[in-house]
């Protein structure tokens, strides 16, 4: 019996644990693929700031959980997603975004372009806060040959600031009366409501390819 109980707790130990790395893994993987693999040009809510501080919120919820390790994963992830999509927009040019985009995806990215051209170095920074920029600031600065290494630390920067800072955020928002008791409810309504406007985005989207394909 003893044995038995020993082996159970053995194996709740272990499902927890990988529990927890698969958390990490998801919250690291979404974040690298909103810029690396150009999933937040469809789903930029769901890869962008509100994962951050539900992330945040559930690890403070969660004693399992550590925070500087999923807060410097977030970073590095950040970065080296960003890494990836300068590195495609200098290979693959600006013909690729174009026969990629819808006319609201163009439009957007024409926006982006002028950010990009006003503020340079700033710009890679700046955009991590703001959902679409972030997707495509990386792609445009591969595309008008911005200097590896200015990249290379302006992407250095914005993966700290915001990859790091609101992770970080969100779980000492926790310490708000009555936020770590609700951290679940409070970090699923934020998730929810990114799923909803990543649809809804993608489905605006989606229509403005097929109209322009028919016309």
Excluded: C
Aim: hydrophobic share 55%.
């Amino acid at each position: 019996m003893l044995h038995a109980a020993a082996l159970d707790s053995q194996m709740s130990d272990l499902l927890s644990h990988v529990g927890v790395v698969i958390f990490y893994l998801v919250v690291w993987g979404l974040v690298f693929a909103g810029t690396g693999l150009f999933v937040g040009a469809f789903i930029p809510f769901i890869t962008g700031d509100s994962l951050l501080f539900a992330a945040g919120l559930i690890t403070a919820a969660n004693e399992n959980l550590n925070i500087w390790i999923l807060a410097l994963g977030v970073g590095i992830a950040a970065f080296i997603g960003d890494q990836v999509g300068f590195i495609l927009g200098r290979h693959l040019g600006r013909p690729y975004l174009d026969k990629k985009s819808g006319p609201r995806m163009k439009r957007i990215i024409a926006r982006v372009e002028k950010f990009y051209y006003a503020y340079g170095w700033w710009a890679v920074v700046i955009a991590r806060f703001i959902p679409w920029a972030r997707v495509f600031v990386p792609w445009v600065a591969g595309i008008g040959n911005m200097n590896y290494f200015k990249f290379l630390t302006s992407n250095f920067v914005g993966a700290v600031a915001w990859g790091v800072g609101l992770t970080l955020v969100g779980y000492y928002a926790a310490s708000i009366p009555g936020v770590k008791a609700a951290a679940y409810v409070i970090a699923g309504f934020f998730i929810l409501a990114s799923i909803i406007f990543s649809i809804r985005t993608w489905i605006v989207e989606r229509r403005d390819r097929l109209q322009e394909s028919a016309n």
